[in-house]
């Protein structure tokens, strides 16, 4: 048993070592149109044939003299990047604008008109009609029992039942104010 880890490990190192060259030789490789020092083209064994097809590099031309030569420095109150554009002008100052000619409303004279009445906050639950075919509508405000009311009675004391309809009644205040329709289920 110790013979075969013996074994094992060193096929480990050997394949560690064979990883080590692999990885120098494919990193020290030059590229294949690379130039040695001496200007003629690396040789590879694989790609020997391309590095003798391409053609020799040759460096850009360099003006060293105008590398060189002095260059006006910018003032750091005028800096502009953009030299070619003009700086605008600033906008002109808003206008004073006179105050539109308002109309006086006009003044209506006599009484004021009446305040405007609340909506009736009744909810319409169902109606029956009896044998001798009165109706009587189901009525609620949420707060109290429902409320059974005669077509022409008075609800809670405070609203006139006009007409009783299949889905719909017309009801207002006592005085005949804010009359209007309320449908069966509608708040």
Do not use: C
């Not at 009311?149 to 006009?162: F, M, N, R, S």
């Amino acid at each position: 048993m110790g013979s075969e880890r013996r074994k094992q490990i060193l096929l480990l190192a050997l394949a560690g070592i064979l990883v080590v060259v692999a990885g120098y030789e494919w990193w020290s490789a030059p590229s294949p149109g690379a130039t040695t020092p001496e200007g003629s083209a690396a040789s590879n064994v694989r790609g020997s044939s391309r590095a003798q097809a391409t053609p020799q590099l040759t460096a850009p031309d360099v003006h060293l003299d105008e590398l060189s030569a002095e260059h006006p420095t910018p003032d750091s109150a005028d800096r502009n990047l953009f030299r070619f554009k003009e700086r605008p002008l600033p906008p002109p100052p808003p206008r004073p604008m006179a105050p539109p000619s308002v109309a006086p409303a006009p003044v209506r004279s006599g009484p004021p008109p009446a305040p405007a009445v609340p909506p009736i906050r009744l909810k319409f639950i169902g109606y029956i009609q009896t044998e001798k075919g009165q109706k009587i509508a189901l009525l609620s405000d949420g707060l109290g029992p429902p409320e059974h009311v005669l077509e022409g009675g008075t609800a809670l004391g405070q609203y006139k039942i006009w007409r009783i309809g299949v889905e719909s009644i017309d009801i207002s205040y006592l005085d005949g104010r804010g009359r209007q329709t309320i449908r069966l289920n509608e708040q």
